[in-house]
């Protein structure tokens, strides 16, 4: 790392993770670059793809992977078959084509990386927040991105994990911890909707786990030193289907997603003369 790190901190979302995609053109165009990456959920699928190759490029990477058929395998699947699948497990969806897919994009270790990277698990067992950043690369993310109820967890040395944005959505205390002093946190859009109270049954536990994230960010913002700069990137004007309980399964939305999240980045880039 240089005399003043950057970190780029991608959280969770789900399929509206494509959002993140759009933010790290922006940050690219304007000649951005990571000397370390720390991510969770969704975000650290981003993120691992980055961290091998943080150059502009990896965007159009990132948009050819968010938009494989394969991408689509992962949380497009019927929802008979879904349902069939969770009659008899915990999940809707298998996690086979994602682990193909990202076998394929990344490398083997966190050491053959081109920058650090840092990634937010759960533990199940320890009911804690366990971040890797060593040895095999492909289970942690894997295991930072398994969704309860839509992946199973990922077993790691007999131990269970699961998504990391349960215990951590936006770790930018992480990268505060690791020496960060310019910090770029990239999210889905919901940091910028306000909270109202549930009125459909699928609400309650979304608006309640919702709560408890910015509640967590909102501790780890007030605890940033003076002198290190945090950048909360926007992602543009959203989108009130984003909020439906299906909206993970909208792949269609991908490019609507990333061009408003990279205009509204660029031009905040641009304000702050970036």
Do not use: K
């Amino acid at each position: 790392m240089g005399d003043a790190p950057v970190a780029f901190v991608l959280g969770g979302g789900g399929v509206l993770g494509g959002v993140e995609v759009g933010m790290l053109r922006a940050l690219f165009r304007a000649d951005i670059r990571p000397d370390l990456v720390v991510a969770t959920s969704i975000g650290a699928i981003n993120g691992a793809v980055v961290a091998a190759n943080p150059a502009p490029e990896v965007t159009d990477l990132l948009m050819r992977l968010w938009g494989t058929p394969e991408m689509g395998e992962v949380y497009g699947e019927s929802i008979p078959r879904q349902l069939r699948r969770f009659a008899t497990r915990t999940h809707l969806h298998s996690p086979a084509p994602l682990r193909r897919l990202l076998d394929r994009a990344l490398p083997g270790t966190f050491e053959e990386l081109a920058v650090p990277l840092h990634v937010c698990t759960a533990s199940i067992q320890r009911a804690a927040e366990v971040w890797f950043h060593a040895g095999p690369l492909l289970d942690p993310v894997l295991a930072a991105a398994a969704v309860p109820g839509l992946l199973p967890p990922v077993e790691i040395d007999g131990e269970h994990f699961v998504d990391g944005g349960i215990v951590n959505t936006l770790p930018v205390g992480r990268a505060l911890e690791l020496g960060a002093q310019e910090v770029y946190v990239l999210h889905v859009g919901r940091l910028e909707r306000p909270l109202t109270p549930p009125t459909r049954p699928w609400e309650v536990a979304q608006t309640a786990m919702e709560i408890g994230r910015r509640a967590r960010f909102a501790r780890e913002m007030a605890a940033v030193p003076d002198g290190v700069r945090v950048h909360v990137l926007p992602t543009g004007v959203g989108d009130e289907r984003d909020d439906n309980p299906w909206a993970y399964r909208d792949t269609a939305a991908l490019g609507r997603r990333v061009s408003s999240a990279y205009t509204a980045s660029r031009d905040y880039l641009a304000a702050i003369g970036r």
